[in-house]
């Protein structure tokens, strides 16, 4: 199956600074790629949709200047938590359809856990 | 709006005994459906999806999950356990024509697999 890849596993970062997430995948080409946000033994919930050459699409309560989502080729997706805070500490996982199938069908990526001090 | 339940928060079974997770889904029309696993500190991994056809899946590992739409349930199965097999198990469902990928996750169900 398709292949999607983030990068870090895991980050810890002091509070007020900014941290970046990427989200790539690896075999094919993702026009729309997906943000999900996981609290400790809880589901995952959508933040955005990351959309390529346009702007995100964000879930309801989601905050779009806290959460910048760029996606500026067909193979990469970046999430940026800016002035991170304790509260936003959370296992952050991406996915994306390939379009090959058209099955609605997601792959993910492995996750990453920030942990902000 | 569509929503998906998964009844049982956590379930512990045997080593070789039989397993059922139980999903019940909320959606007007046929939808999309798919399970999920996850182990700790890592991404989700497709078991096995339901799109159309032949109600009963075949998926990856053994497990199996059967389509009810007079129940909508799609409860996930495996005749036999084995101690890898614990981990976190999502139930989702894809609302609309299931092309948009936005899924909609049940609560999760853990596993813990008795020696």
């Known amino acids: 199956g398709a292949v999607v890849s983030q990068h870090p596993s895991w980050v810890i970062c002091k509070s007020g600074t900014s941290v970046k997430i990427e989200c790539r995948s690896l075999?094919?080409?993702?026009?729309?790629m997906f943000w999900y946000r996981q609290f400790p033994k809880q589901s995952l919930m959508l933040m955005a949709t990351?959309?390529?050459?346009?702007?995100?699409?964000?879930e309801q309560g989601v905050e779009k200047d806290k959460f910048l989502i760029n996606h500026a080729s067909l193979t990469l997706s970046t999430l940026t938590v800016t002035s991170a805070h304790p509260e936003d500490s959370s296992f952050y996982i991406c996915?994306?359809?390939?379009?090959?199938?058209?099955?609605?069908?997601?792959?993910f990526g492995e996750g990453s856990r920030l942990t902000v001090l | 709006a569509q929503s998906v339940t998964q009844p049982d928060i956590h379930i512990t079974v045997s080593e070789g005994a039989s397993l059922e997770l139980r999903c019940n889904y909320s959606?007007?029309?046929?939808?999309?459906l798919f399970w999920y696993v996850q182990s700790p500190g890592q991404g989700l991994q497709l078991l096995l999806k339901?799109?159309?056809?032949?109600?009963l899946v075949q998926g990856i590992k053994g497990f199996e999950a059967e389509f009810k739409r007079s129940q909508s349930s799609f409860n996930l199965r495996k005749p036999s356990v084995h101690w890898s097999d614990a981990a976190e198990y999502f139930c989702?469902?894809?609302?609309?024509?299931?092309?948009?990928?936005?899924?909609?996750f049940g609560q999760g169900t853990t596993l813990q697999v008795k020696p």
């Open positions: 996915s994306a359809r390939d379009g090959r199938t058209n099955t609605g069908e997601l792959f």
């Open positions: 075999d094919f080409q993702a026009t729309t």
């Open positions: 990351s959309n390529e050459g346009s702007k995100a699409t964000y």
């Open positions: 959606y007007g029309a046929t939808p999309y």
């Open positions: 339901y799109f159309s056809g032949d109600t």
């Open positions: 989702a469902v894809a609302p609309g024509s299931g092309n948009t990928g936005k899924l909609i």
